[in-house]
């Protein structure tokens, strides 16, 4: 499934569980997703030479902590949309509890902590979030 606005039309059960456990609210979650761009299968390299992995980018930093402390492997993040949705929504919710339940600060720092790279990301995300 390649995110597109058009797909928010039929957003996957999953996603909404998951938004709904972690206390995120669904727009959040699917704007992250489109935001994101990635797909089942999707593998992308960083130039810090980490790897972004599945539908919702997990990095290989995440996917580390997930498989130590969940028993979450890069297979099935790579590989599974829904068991990557509720990864990212529960990276999403550790984000934002870290934050002191900025919502906005918790989604910047999805992708990264750095000022310039997490302000860019913000307003990406936000800009997604109007198409639906």
Known sequence: MIPTPEAVQNVPVCM?????????PVRGLVSIWLTEGG??????????????????QINTVWVNKL????????????SDF?????????????????????????????HSRTPKHKYRYISKVYQNSLTF
Request: proline share 1%.
């Open 16 to 24: 909404v569980q998951a938004a709904h456990e972690y206390s995120l």
């Open 39 to 56: 797909r089942i299968g999707t593998e992308s390299r960083n130039t810090n030479g980490t790897t972004d992995h599945g539908p919702f």
């Open 67 to 78: 498989s130590a402390e969940f028993g979450v492997t890069q297979e099935m993040l790579t």
């Open 82 to 110: 829904c068991m990557s949705a509720r990864a990212a929504a529960y990276i999403l919710r550790y984000e934002i509890n870290q934050a002191n339940g900025s919502f906005w600060d918790g989604v910047g720092h999805y």
